[in-house]
């Protein structure tokens, strides 16, 4: 069984859990454009009625909008539900999360959510936080050789996210730093002392947010909690 099957049966046992009325987080990455279209096709189907989504990115929206989910803008109520992939997932679910760039605009919707369920395929399953994945963080364009600067000073290893002649540019016009966590790093202190840096908007990191996670594997999908 390829990754992409694994992704979608993940999906699919996440979708499961939405229902008929549901505000949902829409998230972001090849995992989560299984949900959206998942849900599409329930609300064609008449599987499911009256389902809105919250876009976690430009697109996200434009492919909730193409399989026929309306879509609202964040607001303050709270979201019934919200259907993400993740980088990393540590055995307690807190994740890494923002390779695919949308870091800020998942925070801020999946911290909204009654339910914030994670899917993947099992590659993304690490024992520490950092194992495997760098850590995206989100930082302001203006002075961000200061910022870079400052972050170095607590992760030294790491660089600003560059696929081209320029660096990458999120959906909020910010840039990010990919930065390397040395095992044995306390998480939760690192991620005040990130947050706590001038210049940084957001961080990849997403501690006890999760509700549960469906792992896919080639023997079957795990449901951690
Ligand atoms: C985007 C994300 C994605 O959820 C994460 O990168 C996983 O993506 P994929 O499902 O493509 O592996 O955080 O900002």
Same mark, same amino acid.
């Given at each position: 069984? /390829?990754?992409?099957?694994?992704?979608?049966?993940?999906? *699919?046992?996440?979708?499961?859990?939405?229902?008929?009325?549901?505000?949902?987080?829409?998230?972001?990455?090849?995992?989560?454009?299984?949900?959206?279209?998942? =849900?599409?096709?329930?609300? +064609?189907?008449?599987?499911?009625?009256?389902?809105?989504?919250?876009?976690?990115?430009?697109?996200?929206?434009?492919?909730?909008?193409?399989?026929? #989910?309306?879509?609202?803008?964040? /607001?303050? !109520?709270?979201?019934?539900?919200?259907?993400? @992939?993740?980088?990393? #997932?540590?055995?307690?679910?807190?994740?890494?999360?923002?390779?695919?760039?949308?870091?800020?605009? %998942?925070? *801020? $919707? &999946?911290?909204?959510?009654?339910?914030?369920?994670?899917?993947?395929?099992?590659?993304?399953?690490?024992?520490?936080?950092?194992?495997?994945? +760098?850590?995206? =963080? %989100? =930082?302001?364009?203006?002075?961000?050789?200061?910022? =870079?600067?400052?972050? !170095?000073?607590?992760?030294?290893?790491?660089? *600003?996210?560059?696929?081209?002649?320029?660096?990458?540019?999120? /959906?909020? @016009?910010?840039?990010?730093?990919?930065?390397? #966590?040395?095992?044995? $790093?306390?998480?939760? +202190?690192? &991620?005040?002392?990130?947050?706590?840096?001038?210049?940084?908007?957001?961080?990849?990191?997403? *501690?006890?947010?999760?509700?549960?996670?469906?792992?896919?594997?080639? /023997?079957?999908?795990?449901?951690?909690?």
């Amino acid at each position: 069984m /390829d990754l992409e099957a694994l992704k979608r049966e993940a999906a *699919l046992r996440a979708v499961a859990l939405v229902k008929s009325g549901d505000r949902v987080g829409l998230g972001t990455g090849s995992t989560a454009k299984y949900a959206i279209e998942e =849900i599409g096709r329930k609300l +064609a189907a008449g599987e499911l009625t009256g389902v809105v989504g919250v876009a976690t990115s430009e697109a996200s929206d434009v492919l909730a909008r193409q399989v026929g #989910i309306p879509v609202e803008p964040l /607001d303050p !109520r709270p979201l019934d539900i919200a259907i993400d @992939g993740a980088d990393e #997932i540590a055995p307690n679910l807190d994740l890494i999360k923002g390779l695919g760039g949308a870091l800020l605009r %998942e925070k *801020l $919707t &999946e911290v909204q959510a009654r339910r914030f369920i994670v899917i993947a395929d099992h590659t993304k399953l690490v024992e520490h936080i950092g194992e495997k994945s +760098a850590l995206p =963080i %989100e =930082i302001a364009r203006f002075g961000f050789l200061s910022t =870079i600067e400052r972050l !170095r000073a607590i992760l030294p290893a790491g660089r *600003l996210r560059q696929p081209g002649a320029q660096p990458y540019v999120t /959906d909020n @016009g910010n840039y990010i730093f990919d930065a390397q #966590i040395p095992a044995g $790093t306390d998480i939760a +202190a690192l &991620e005040r002392q990130l947050k706590g840096t001038l210049g940084v908007v957001d961080t990849g990191l997403f *501690l006890g947010m999760a509700e549960r996670a469906f792992v896919a594997a080639p /023997d079957g999908v795990t449901e951690l909690t």
